[in-house]
């Protein structure tokens, strides 16, 4: 019933940007933490971003910091990624999660998954 359904992949060029959504439905997601996750072809599952459903709090991995910034929108149940200055090193599949209460970065911890979307980033 819970559904996460990402979109906005594609494909980019080095350096330019991306807008990644994430629609929300089949519950309340207040007290849920909403995070990015990103897997590349051969390596682990690695986090990205999250936010938290309600009020301002914002995490970001470090490789990330100055250019992806997440954000949400409750009206539309929608969560965003906007990525600039993309690297071909970030190409991956994009997935979308959401955690109950503590934040963490573990992917394993997160409760709920979207079926997630590929970001190609061409040099």
């Known amino acids: 019933q819970v559904s996460l359904v990402e979109s906005g992949g594609g494909l980019v060029q080095a350096g330019g940007s991306l807008r990644l959504s994430c629609a929300a439905s089949?519950?309340?997601?207040?007290?849920?933490?909403m995070g990015w996750f990103r897997q590349a072809p051969g390596l682990d599952r690695e986090f990205v971003a999250a936010?938290?459903?309600?009020?301002?709090?914002?995490r970001y991995a470090d490789s990330v910091k100055g250019r992806f910034t997440i954000s949400r929108d409750n009206d539309r149940n929608t969560v965003y990624l906007q990525m600039n200055s993309l690297k071909s090193e970030e190409t991956a599949v994009y997935y979308c999660?959401?955690?109950?209460?503590?934040?963490?970065?573990?992917?394993?911890?997160?409760?709920?998954w979207g079926q997630g979307t590929q970001v190609t980033v061409s040099s």
């Open positions: 089949g519950r309340t997601f207040s007290g849920y933490v």
């Open positions: 999660a959401a955690k109950f209460g503590l934040y963490s970065t573990y992917w394993r911890s997160y409760d709920y």
């Open positions: 936010i938290w459903w309600t009020g301002a709090n914002m």
